[in-house]
């Protein structure tokens, strides 16, 4: 079972995403085990501090070391053998891709780091092993980053989705790289809208095509950059 701790400032902006979201099913199933880690648990003085003004000068409060470095070997000291991926939420990480979705479905414990205010000490980031952006933009706090990446990782867990392994095979980013094909259900004409002949003439071997041909047509248009 894959255990996943979020470390956040605002834990409450968990709440629905725990308790509507795929995310809620695979706890439910027994797929994996997710806690959500009050930073200021951590904090230090009365006044449980994580974060203080900035060497040097400049906007904003950095996040700081202690509260962090206590946070994160808390959550590694649970048994399992500290082989876990620490993961910090920042701008300056790598894109998160459905490859890294996938990597992550595999492993046993994944900690996230959700940084806020204007970011952390440089030094917190020696207690990751990876760091992870979900795009060229720059966000408030990390809480919707990691909660995007939970989503995506927990999904590919086995028996989450219905349907099995087939649910995610043809999805957009999956093996074949493309955007998913379009797709359709009832009625097979709305509003002068028809559904494609193919998919209605139950022939397996030309539908596959189609999706093949519609998937490879729509990545080369709205995403070339997909197909390198």
């Not at 994160?72 to 048994?79: F, H, Q, R, Y």
Request: hydrophobic content about 40%; aromatic content about 8%.
């Amino acid at each position: 079972m894959l255990k996943i701790d979020i470390i956040s400032v605002q834990p409450q902006m968990f709440r629905g995403f725990l308790e509507e979201s795929i995310a809620a099913r695979a706890v439910k199933k027994g797929a994996c085990e997710i806690n959500i880690v009050d930073l200021r648990e951590f904090g230090e003085g009365r006044w449980r501090k994580v974060d203080d003004k900035p060497y040097g000068g400049g906007p904003g409060m950095l996040m700081k070391c202690g509260p962090w470095f206590a946070a994160v070997e808390s959550c590694l000291s649970d048994g399992l053998d500290g082989r876990a991926r620490v993961v910090m939420t920042s701008p300056a990480g790598r894109k998160f891709t459905q490859r890294d979705a996938e990597a992550f479905a595999k492993e046993r414990h994944i900690v996230f780091m959700c940084g806020h205010y204007e970011g952390f000490d440089a030094r917190i980031e020696t207690l990751a092993t990876d760091m992870y952006s979900v795009g060229d933009f720059v966000m408030t706090g990390g809480e919707l980053a990691a909660a995007a990446m939970t989503d995506a990782i927990v999904r590919l867990l086995p028996g989450v989705l219905g349907g099995g392994p087939a649910a995610t095979a043809s999805e957009s980013f999956g093996a074949g790289g493309g955007l998913e094909a379009p797709q359709y259900t009832h009625p097979p004409e709305f509003r002068g809208m028809k559904v494609p002949e193919v998919l209605l003439s139950g022939d397996h071997r030309k539908i596959e095509a189609w999706k093949r041909s519609e998937s490879s047509r729509l990545t080369a248009e709205l995403r070339p950059d997909l197909k390198g």
